[in-house]
C-alpha cells in the first residue's frame, strides 16, 4: 500500500506541475488532488522540497535504469523527448525558486551514469579515478551545456540529430582520453 500512495502522490505532483509553477504547490494542495491526509503526505515525505528530489530522482531514473545504462544515448534522447512532451513542466520547474536544488540533482545524479560509462569503455581499468572524474566532469558540462540551450532555444531542436551529434563528440573525446592515457 505504501508504494502505491506513493506513487500516487508522484502522479498528482507531476500533474500539478503541467500546470503550475512549483512555488504554487503546497501539501494542501497535493493532499486534495490525491485524496490522503497530511500525516500520509509526512509519511512519505517532509516537505515538497523532498517531495520534489524524490520525484527527480525517480522520473529521471526511468531514463537511465541499470539496463539502459550503457546506451546513454538513448537514454539522453528519451529525456529530451520526454521534456518536449512536457515543456509546461519542465518550465515550470526550470523557471522556479527550486532551480538551484534541481541544478544540483543534475550534477550529482549524472556523476554516477557519466563514470560508470567511461569505466565501461576503458578496457585495461588503467585510467585512474582522478582522470575518470575529470573526463566525466567535462563531459557533464558539455551535456548541461547542450540541455539549457536546448531549454533557451524553446526545446525546438531535433532531439535525435543533437543527441547523435553531441553523443559522436563526447565518444570520441572519451576514447581519445582514454587512448592518451595508456
Known sequence: MSNFTQEAIFQAFGEMLERMPFEKITVSGLIQECGISRNTFYYHFQDVYDLLEQW???????????????????????????????????????????????????????????????????????????????????????????????????MTHDVKEATKEIGDLLEEFIAHEIEITQ
Open 56 to 154: 527527480l530522482y525517480q522520473t529521471f531514473y526511468n531514463y537511465i535504469s541499470p539496463e539502459i545504462q550503457g546506451d546513454w544515448r538513448n537514454s539522453v534522447y528519451g529525456l529530451l523527448r520526454a521534456c518536449q512532451e512536457h515543456k509546461k513542466l519542465v518550465y515550470h520547474l526550470f523557471d522556479s525558486l527550486s532551480r538551484d536544488r534541481m541544478e544540483q540533482f543534475v550534477f550529482s545524479a549524472t556523476d554516477d551514469v557519466l563514470m560508470d560509462y567511461i569505466r565501461s569503455q576503458d578496457g585495461s581499468d588503467r585510467l585512474p579515478e582522478k582522470k575518470i572524474i575529470a573526463i566525466s566532469n567535462i563531459c557533464r558540462y558539455s551535456i548541461i551545456g547542450y540541455f539549457l540551450h536546448f531549454l533557451w532555444s524553446g
